[in-house]
């Protein structure tokens, strides 16, 4: 057979591709309750992210200050589920929405330093950005979906 490394790889990038996949999709088994519009919000800040780490790589600031925006004025959750987090947030409102006014004014600031094509700014802004992502996430993220899903 010719079974050569190079005729193999192919198979092997697709049953890769595959299985990351499988966990992706397998990621929220178990819960109990639909997908709050929050975690759709969340997806699409998770590849806009994704998109500027990309973009930054290759110095495309305009490509930056295209996508920053989006992070900046992220779609917000209907008022109803607002009003569940927020209720079950309750003295922690301020914290949770603390976080989320960090990661909106440093993508504002990437932005804009994006926009004047100053690189070393807009890595800068991007860390606080993801410092912002970060604490909301470590701070309510799991306590969120045991809430919510009913994971415990
Ligand atoms: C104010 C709090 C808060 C901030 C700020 C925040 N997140 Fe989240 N994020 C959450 C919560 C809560 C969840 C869990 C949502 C769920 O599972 O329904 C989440 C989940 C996610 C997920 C997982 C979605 C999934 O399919 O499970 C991604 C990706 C994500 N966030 C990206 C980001 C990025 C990128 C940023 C910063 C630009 C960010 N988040 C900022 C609260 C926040």
Redesign the pocket.
Known sequence: MNDTPARRLPAAALLLLALLGASALQ??TGEEAP??A??GA??K??QD?QAVTGAIAVEDWAKVAELAPG?AHHAEPPPEEKARIIAWLGADAGR?RG??AE?HEAATAMGAAAARGDGTAVIAAFAR?QE??LG??QG??KA??GH?YGQH
Request: with cysteine.
């Open positions: 990621a929220h997908p709050m929050l975690r969340m997806q800040l998770g992210m992070i949770f976080f989320d990661a950005v912002g992502c909301c996430h309510f993220r969120f979906i919510f």
